[in-house]
């Protein structure tokens, strides 16, 4: 049985906003199931996907059938390994965990399936098992505040703590269930009692932000004069990267007040903004697919100014 083709979140957008045309070259920093990389195939551009996820690889053969597509198996913070810089037209970013993860209970990273507590994206990393087995309370707590932004994250530390000392945590709806009995079992509330320690273990399990932070450097690195970069985000942690990132290399950098000084002046821009802010699903969009409505897509065009050197 054929698998229905991935329709990729603001696809329409990131379109739009990278422009695709016949004779360049397009990265597709996440791949996925491919919804990108398929739409900037079929606007006639050259792409080259990247995904540590070995079982992406399933999506890759009809694309590779166009001669114009190859999946590269490694993190998207590792593309200026792969491409010379000023190379690429474009850069696409779909940042966070897929549907396909989260709808396959075996990968462990939803709530709502029972499976194994893993959440490994690829690679050989310690999975979230190993995480709320073995850490310490306090490195627990610091996970669920910091990644998840759980207010209550000591309370839920000191659960699951407390817990394991009885039996190791090795399923999704074992943890699910005392995470819901740390907070009180907010049932009946938009969002489940769980969302954010889940959200925290598969940040910490597979790096995200650091990676997020190294994969818009090397996006920088790569791209041409005139090279485009569009990023989707699905919360608040990721889109304050990207939207700094962005502030810094469009130069919008504080100005200094009468009881300051201005701030020295950077490097100067590598990118400037293709639109103001951000741009939002629309309802539509949100209505046939409800994950998509806490996506943003912020965008820039690549100048002429030299990369900025990798902060220590």
């Known amino acids: 049985m054929t698998e229905a083709p991935h329709v990729s979140v603001l696809l329409g957008e990131v379109v739009e906003a990278l422009a695709p045309k016949s004779g360049e070259t397009i990265v597709d920093g996440t791949f996925g199931a491919g919804g990108y990389s398929r739409a900037f195939l079929d606007a006639g551009a050259t792409v080259a996907a990247f995904d540590r996820d070995p079982t992406a690889r399933r999506f890759a053969a009809p694309l590779e059938a166009t001669g114009r597509f190859r999946l590269i198996e490694a993190r998207f913070s590792e593309m200026g390994d792969h491409f010379a810089p000023g190379s690429v037209d474009g850069v696409a970013l779909d940042i966070g965990v897929s549907s396909m993860q989260i709808d396959e209970a075996e990968r462990g990273f939803s709530f709502m399936r029972d499976g194994p507590l893993d959440m490994r994206m690829g690679g050989d990393v310690p999975s979230a098992a190993d995480i709320v087995n073995t850490a310490e309370q306090a490195e627990l707590a610091r996970i669920f505040y910091v990644y998840g932004e759980e207010r209550e994250s000591r309370r839920v530390a000191s659960f699951l703590v407390r817990r394991r000392a009885e039996r190791p945590f090795e399923r999704t709806l074992d943890l699910a269930e005392v995470v819901e ?69 469009a130069g919008r950098l504080p100005g200094g007040s009468r009881h300051a000084p201005p701030v020295a002046d950077g490097p100067p821009p590598t990118f400037e903004m293709i639109f103001k802010g951000h741009r939002d699903p629309s309802d539509a969009e949100i209505a046939a697919n409800p994950r998509a409505r806490s996506a943003k897509l912020r965008a820039g065009v690549r100048t002429d100014a030299p990369a900025w050197r990798a902060a220590a």
Not at 198 to 222: C, D, K, M
Not at 236 to 247: G, H, N, P, Q, Y
Request: charge should be positive; avoid cysteine.
């Open 181 to 249: 009995m740390a907070l009180g079992g907010r049932r009946g509330a938009k969002v489940h009692p769980a969302t954010k320690v889940f959200q925290a273990l598969r940040i910490a399990v597979n790096e995200e932000l650091s990676e997020l932070e190294q994969g818009l450097a090397a996006a920088e690195r790569i791209l041409k004069s005139g090279g485009r970069l569009a990023v989707v985000t699905f919360h608040s942690l990721e889109d304050r990267i990207v939207k700094a990132f962005f502030a810094e290399r």
